[in-house]
C-alpha cells in the first residue's frame, strides 16, 4: 500500500535526506548534495525559515521509502511578483508513475490549503540552491551545485499536467584551453576602451570583509529580472559566506572595477567537490572532510558557480572578461581538466551571447514545471 505522510521528527528527516543517495547508488552520473547541509535546511538553522512556509513528506510502500517532496511558500517571492505561488524542492522517486502522482498531489494539496493559485518546481530556497528537472543530458556527470536526476521524471511530471515555465542550459570548457585571439583583442579592448580593472587582495577574508556586502547587492540586481528569485536577506547572506567559504580562493575569483573604482561585476567558481561527495555518499565523516579537502586543493574539476553584473554593464563585455580571466587562470593549473557552469536561463541571451566566443560543450538542460491549481 502507497502512502504520503508529512514528516516532523529527526529520524523522518534523516530518511528524506538519504533517500535519493540511496536511490542513485548504482548510478554513477549521481552527486550527493552535502548531508549536514541538507539537514540544516530542515531545522531552525535554515535562514529561509523566517519567512517562508514549507512542508516535507516520504512517500512509503510496506514500510519502505519510494520517494520524498517538499513543499515551500517564499513570501519574499510572492511580495514581489504579487503572486501566489508554491514551489516544490527535494523531489525524487523510485520509477514508478503512482508515486511521482502521489507525492505531487500531495503538495498541491497543501499548496491550496494555504491559498496558493500555483505550484512550479523543481526549485529550491534560492537562485543559488539546486534548480530545476534534467531533460538532457544524463551521460553526464553531475556536479556539487547542479540537481540531477534520472530520465523518467520528466515523463511523470508532464503526464500528472505539469508544463514547462522555465528552461536552463549548462555548459563545459574542458582544459587544457588554447588561445583564441579574438577572445584575446576582445578583453583587451574592454579594458583600454572602458577602463575595466582587477584588484589584488591580501588573503580571501579581507575580499569579503571589503566587499562581501558588494556581491550579494550585485547578485540581487542582476537577477532580479531572472525566474525564481529574489533578494537575499542578511541572515541568509551571511548562511551562504558560511557554506562556500572553505572552497574559497583569490585565484577562483574575478572582481571588476570601473575607471572610479566601484564594483561593477564578478565571477565565482570554486573546485568541484563532485567526485568526494560520491566517494562518501555525501556525508563528512569519517572520511568525507579528507576527500573535500584534497579536492579543494587539488581539484580536477572546477564549477562557473556564479557571474553577477550591474545592469548598466550588461552589454559592454564585462562578462566576457570575467570568463577570460577566470579561465585563463584555471588553464594553469594542471589537474583541472574540465570547467562546468552552472544553470544558465535560455532566455538570457546576455548570457548566453557572453559565451559563444568559447570552446564550450552543451552537457545539461535543466526545466521548471508550473501547475494551476
Not at 71 to 82: C, D, Q
Not at 342 to 353: C, K, R
Given at each position: ?316 563585455g564585462v562578462t566576457g572578461f570575467i570568463i577570460k580571466k577566470l579561465l585563463d587562470r584555471l588553464n594553469k593549473i594542471p589537474t583541472i ?37
Open positions: 500500500m502507497l502512502t504520503v505522510r508529512q514528516i516532523h521528527k529527526r529520524k523522518d528527516y534523516k530518511k528524506f535526506v538519504k533517500f535519493p543517495t540511496e536511490l542513485y547508488k548504482n548510478n554513477p552520473n549521481y552527486i550527493p548534495p552535502l548531508e549536514m547541509d541538507e539537514y540544516k535546511m530542515t531545522t531552525k538553522k535554515n535562514a529561509h525559515f523566517k519567512e517562508c512556509e514549507q512542508a516535507y513528506f516520504l512517500a512509503e510502500r510496506d514500510g519502505r521509502v519510494v520517494g520524498r517532496i517538499a513543499a515551500v511558500i517564499l513570501f519574499p517571492f510572492n511580495e514581489k511578483n504579487n503572486a501566489k505561488y508554491a514551489r516544490f524542492t527535494r523531489f525524487d522517486f523510485i520509477d514508478d508513475e503512482k508515486v511521482a502522482h502521489a507525492l505531487l498531489g500531495t503538495a498541491e494539496k497543501w499548496a491550496k490549503e494555504h491559498g496558493m493559485e500555483y505550484i512550479h518546481g523543481p526549485l529550491g530556497y534560492d537562485d543559488l540552491e539546486r534548480e530545476g528537472l534534467q531533460t538532457y543530458g544524463f551521460e553526464h556527470k553531475g556536479s556539487y551545485v547542479a540537481s540531477y536526476n534520472a530520465e523518467y521524471y520528466q515523463t511523470y511530471v508532464e503526464s500528472y499536467g505539469y508544463t514547462p515555465d522555465a528552461k536552463w542550459v549548462e555548459w563545459r570548457f574542458k582544459f587544457p584551453m588554447k588561445k583564441d585571439e579574438r577572445v584575446e583583442r576582445v578583453a583587451s579592448l574592454v579594458e583600454k576602451r572602458y577602463g575595466f580593472h582587477e584588484k589584488k587582495f591580501k588573503s580571501m577574508n579581507a575580499l569579503i570583509k571589503a566587499h562581501g556586502g558588494d556581491f550579494f547587492d550585485l547578485v540581487d540586481e542582476a537577477f532580479y529580472d531572472l525566474y525564481g528569485t529574489m533578494p537575499f536577506n542578511e541572515e541568509l547572506r551571511k548562511q551562504v559566506i558560511s557554506t562556500f567559504k572553505i572552497m574559497l580562493d583569490l585565484k577562483y575569483i574575478c572582481l571588476v572595477f570601473n575607471k572610479e573604482d566601484k564594483v561593477i561585476g564578478f565571477g565565482l567558481t570554486w573546485p568541484s567537490l563532485a567526485d568526494a561527495l560520491k566517494k562518501s555518499n555525501g556525508r563528512a565523516f569519517p572520511f568525507g572532510f579528507i576527500r573535500w579537502l584534497h579536492a579543494i586543493k587539488h581539484p580536477n574539476a572546477v564549477e562557473l558557480g556564479i557571474i553577477a553584473v550591474k545592469k548598466e554593464y550588461q552589454k559592454l581538466k574540465y570547467a562546468d557552469t552552472g544553470v544558465q536561463l535560455e532566455t538570457n541571451t546576455n548570457a548566453i551571447s557572453s559565451l559563444e566566443m568559447f570552446d564550450r560543450e552543451l552537457v545539461r538542460k535543466k526545466t521548471c514545471y508550473i501547475k494551476k491549481l
